[in-house]
């Protein structure tokens, strides 16, 4: 029969503080969430006066349903979609293969392309060189200066370089080099297989990246027919500031026909942003697991 550990007074402080600080952590975090849910269902009044400042006053549910009748905000919901899901092929398609080729100790000449790598993280070509070249390639106002630009990351590649390193045993690709597999048919074979972790690790991060973007888009895409959500969100901030702005140097009645219309703007701006977070909340749980152990092993071990 086990006896149990008997938790010493220094022990109870040490837990005591932990719930506190986690406890505190959580009202942080989740005080945001649950303030834009109740605003986005809350009267604009309330919400613009300060009234409303944790729970629902006044439900309406006005935002959402112009949400679902504005056609802007669904293509944007669609082209988001577009973008973020070939985002993630795209990238994975070329963090993969670099990370793997990147851990073989037979490839000769990775300590080098790892250092020219790496030069990318602290100098970059800046914003007007990179345009130029989006540019002379063809691809402004076309998908792919989405996708292009931003198809690796150094950091990521680097994590899933040292995922293969310390999980994938080596043991194992020597096994199938003797068994006459060649490289390429080991990679997708084997490799892939036992690294879904860090391959579940990776979409994640480029695709919260991807869907969270709208500065690329707002550089290259000048068709509004294929801008973003985040873009259409913009638009909603820009109008509603606009026409605060503009509600102290016009006539009474005008400025509460601004004020009205800034009122609609925020009441459909919250809206938009739960829309626009809800895919990536209700995703992430079922990551969660390979997220966990995809980050503790690519970033912790080797």
Known sequence: MTTAIKESPRDKVFLIVNYVYLLFAFVIVAYPVIYMLSASISDPQYVGSGEMWLLPKGITFDGYQRVFENSKIWSGYANTILYTVASIAVSLAVTLPAAYALSRRDFIG??????????????????????????????????????????????????????????IPRELEEAAQIDGASTTRMFFTIIIPLSMPIIAVMALFYGVAQWNSYFSALIYLNDEAKYPLQIILRQILVLQEMSAQAGGTVDASTASALNNKAEIAALVKYAVIIVSTLPIIVIYPFLQRYFVQGVMIGSVKG
């Open 110 to 167: 990775r300590n080098f392309f790892m250092g020219m790598f790496m030069v990318t993280m602290f100098f970059g070509g800046g914003l007007v060189p990179t345009y130029l070249l989006v540019k002379d390639m063809g691809m402004v106002n076309t998908i792919w200066a989405i996708i292009l630009p931003s198809a690796a990351s150094i950091y990521n590649i680097i994590v899933t370089r040292t995922f293969f390193v310390s999980s």
